[in-house]
Structure formats: C-alpha cells, structure tokens
C-alpha cells in the first residue's frame, strides 16, 4: 500500500495560535486526501476531503475558516489549525485512497495540544 | 450522509474464546467495510476487508460477513490471545466515479481478552 506521512507527530502550542500540519504520500500521487479528527477515547470523523489544485470539501459543522486546507501538489496537503483553542486538542490523522475500491492509507497521526 | 452503529462499546472474553462485533450502515450505496484495530496513539490498522459484491471473507482466525439486504456487517476474531486486545472500528464508503469518499467510522469497540 501507500506510505503516508505527517508532521509534525506532536504539537503543543499556546491559544491563540495558528498551527499547521503536513500530510505527504511518498510513494502515490495522490489527487485526494482526508483529514479526520479523533478526540480522547472516541472515535475518528472524518473532517474534510482535500482535492489537489481545488477547494476542499468539508464536512458539515466543520469550520472552513478555522482549518484551513491546502493541497498544492500531488504528495503534499497541509491543515492548518486556526486560533486554535484548548477544545481543538485532538489527534489528526490524514489518509489517501488507493485501489479500484476506497482502501485508505493513514498516516501516523499528529497530537494537537493546545494550552 | 452515511451512518454506521457498532456494538458492543466494550466485549470482554476469555482467551481462546471467540469474539464478534456488530455493525449496521445506513446508505446502501456503500460498497466498502473496512475494519481497523487501534492502539493508544497510533494510526488505525486495517486488519481485513469486504466489498460489497462478497459476502464473506476470511484471513486465518480473522473472518468478516456482510448482509447487504440487511445493511450489516460483522467481525468474527476466533481462538482470541491476548494481543488481540484493543479497540476495533468498523468504517464504510462508497467510490462512484466521482472519485473516493472519506470513510465514515463506528464508534468502535474495546476488546478485552482474559487471561
């Protein structure tokens, strides 16, 4: 399958800030990416789709001005957490799909915490 | 949007014992369920997999059935061991030649193996 990564693995920064993550697939040419949200002892929910050289799409009660989603090239989408606050501290973990059907590659996961 | 219950939140069973876990999906446009074990911290693991043209697969003590009729799936773990402990999600989506979704997840289950 295809190899996902992200960074950073571990943020912690003070309300307020902006904080942004990287998702890179090193061996796919990825036209579309996902970026899911899992809160302590939850379950993943699925955030936004990131397209390549287009608007993500995002999912409803997802703020677009609070994370905001870039997917300049084929191998690299970024979210960046805005103003983040301590409610955003969360786990992102971003994917991409792969195959005839919709297997999905995550990468390692990033742990937001916000002070 | 797509919505999948999984039960039970918590199943505990002795060691060697066999474990099931239940799920139920609502869009019957669906074709993929994918089921994913996660440790604290890390990336889902995608352990096995069905589409929605077979109704049953297997992968040594690992075995996954589908009821497309009744929308629901479910996750057979036999001759359990200890390192089966952790918790489990089932997800489902769709690719139509749109493109991939992102996949909506269960609210996952946490299986304990007894010694």
């Known amino acids: 399958g295809a190899v996902v990564s992200q960074h950073p693995s571990r943020v912690i920064c003070k309300s307020g800030t902006s904080v942004k993550i990287e998702c890179r697939s090193l061996?796919?040419?990825?036209?579309?990416m996902f970026w899911y949200r899992q809160f302590p002892k939850q379950s993943l929910m699925l955030m936004a789709t990131?397209?390549?050289?287009?608007?993500?799409?995002?999912e409803q009660g997802v703020e677009k001005d609070k994370f905001l989603i870039n997917h300049a090239s084929l191998t690299l989408s970024t979210l960046t957490v805005t103003s983040a606050h301590p409610e955003d501290s969360s786990f992102y973990i971003c994917?991409?799909?792969?195959?005839?059907?919709?297997?999905?590659?995550f990468g390692p996961g990033t742990r937001l915490t916000v002070l | 949007g797509e919505n999948v219950e999984q039960h039970p939140s918590t199943l505990s069973v002795q060691e060697g014992d066999s474990a099931v876990i239940k799920c139920t999906y609502s869009d019957s446009a669906s074709n993929y369920f994918p089921w994913y074990k996660q440790e604290l911290g890390k990336r889902p693991q995608l352990i096995i997999d069905i589409r929605s043209n077979v109704g049953e697969k297997k992968d040594q003590r690992i075995a996954v059935t589908l009821n497309k009729t009744a929308k629901h799936f479910s996750l057979h773990i036999t001759e359990t061991q200890p390192e089966d402990s952790a918790v489990y999600f089932c997800a489902a989506s769709k690719r139509t030649g749109g493109g991939a979704d992102g996949l909506t997840f269960g609210k996952g289950t946490h299986l304990i193996i007894q010694p």
């Open positions: 061996d796919f040419q990825a036209t579309t």
């Open positions: 990131s397209n390549e050289g287009s608007k993500a799409t995002y």
């Open positions: 994917s991409i799909a792969g195959g005839s059907y919709n297997e999905q590659f």
